[in-house]
Each structure stands twice: as C-alpha cells, then as structure tokens.
C-alpha cells in the first residue's frame, strides 16, 4: 500500500495481550461484538448511534432557533440541510455495512475480539457520555 493512505504497515501495530486499546478501537470492538450473531441492520446501526444522533438534533435545534431569533432563519435552515446531508451519508455507509456484514463476520477473528476487549475492562472507563455500551 501507499504512503500516507493510513493503512501503510509499519504505521500500525497490531495490539498484544496486555496493551489497552484505544477509545474509538474498543467502540468498534463492541460494535462487532453486538452484531455478532445479528445484521447490522440500517435502523440497528441508527440504535448503536444514538446518542450521537440526538447530540446532532440538539445542535441542529440550538442552531436553528438562535439562526431563527436573529435572522428570520435563512442561516437555521442551512444548519437543517447540513445535518440532514450528514444523515444521508450515513444511511449510505449503513448500507454498505449491512450489505458487506455476512464474509466481514466470517473473517473476524473473535477471539481477539473477545481477548482485546477483556484486557482492556482493567482500564479507566471511558469520559465519552454518547458512547453506546450494552
């Protein structure tokens, strides 16, 4: 592979018995986990994101209604077609993940799944409040 692709080899380690795991890789590892034996459907990767998807409505709000108490609300509504953008892109990755889940299943190795995530139970907890844990 290329240089600066971020998948270059002597770039990334792969993690051993013992070494915690980052926030955003122990966030993903669950997510495998919790679709382990279930489609990651469209609406069930909506579920696992909950909480950043209602941080988006929020925001959206917020913003619309100061755009809407300033300005008659020309600004709020670009505010609404950027949140509303962002969620069509991720129905478009939803799908691809859904799509591509059945031969992504069979080639995780769930037992470094499973191994990474027991390891790093001894670590502090995560400060993320919209992170989703079963």
């Known amino acids: 592979m290329g240089a600066g692709n971020g998948y270059d080899t002597a770039e ?3 993690k051993t018995e013992g070494e915690p795991v980052d926030q955003a890789s122990r966030a993903q590892l669950r997510l495998f ?5 279930r489609p990651p459907t469209i609406l069930a990767q909506f579920a696992a994101n909950r909480g950043r998807y209602l941080f988006l409505l ?13 300005d008659g609300g020309w600004a709020g509504r670009l505010v609404g077609a950027a949140a509303a953008g962002a969620v069509v892109r991720d129905i478009g990755l939803f799908r691809r993940v ?37």
């Open 98 to 134: 859904a799509a591509g889940w059945p031969i992504t299943r069979e080639v995780i190795n769930w037992a470094k799944v499973e191994l990474l995530l027991a390891n790093d139970d001894q670590s502090p907890p995560d400060d993320n409040p919209l992170q989703v844990v079963d």
């Open 33 to 37: 986990l919790r679709f382990r034996n």
């Open 58 to 70: 929020a925001g959206t709000c917020v913003l619309a209604g100061l755009s809407y108490l300033v």
């Open 12 to 14: 990334r380690t792969h």
